[in-house]
């Protein structure tokens, strides 16, 4: 069974950084994707970046240039680097896993419990 647990949230000002990680256990047996998500109150979840197993990344036009996707094979934890941050980034984020293909544009089968970040202006 895929667990993910998120980590890193926290409150920040406007203009500030902030890198998230994700801890991944339990996909050995499948070739695999791992996302970043984010869901603000009253909206509709919203995707942001997606690694895949051989390092290849997706993003979304909406953080795109502000956020990076990476990931440490050996530790197998990926994390999604946050740059300028803005007020409107405020939101749980969520890392989810899925098998192949690695992309945005498909669904996500296995999530963890997300973890809060706060953009003060």
């Known amino acids: 069974q895929v667990q993910l647990v998120e980590s890193g949230g926290g409150s920040v000002q406007a203009g500030g950084s902030l890198r998230l990680s994700c801890a991944a256990s339990g996909y050995s047996d499948f070739r695999y994707c791992v996302g970043w998500f984010r869901q603000a109150p009253g909206k509709e979840r919203e995707e942001l970046a997606a690694?895949?197993?051989?390092?290849?990344?997706d993003y979304a036009a909406s953080v795109k240039g502000r956020f990076t996707i990476s990931q440490d094979s050996a530790k197998k934890t990926v994390a999604l680097q946050m740059h300028s941050l803005k007020p409107e980034d405020t939101a749980m984020y969520y890392c989810?896993?899925?098998?192949?293909?690695?992309?945005?544009?498909?669904?996500?089968?296995?999530w963890g419990q997300g973890t809060q970040v706060t953009v003060s202006s």
């Open positions: 690694i895949a197993e051989d390092g290849t990344t």
């Open positions: 989810a896993a899925r098998g192949w293909p690695c992309s945005l544009n498909y669904a996500f089968n296995y």
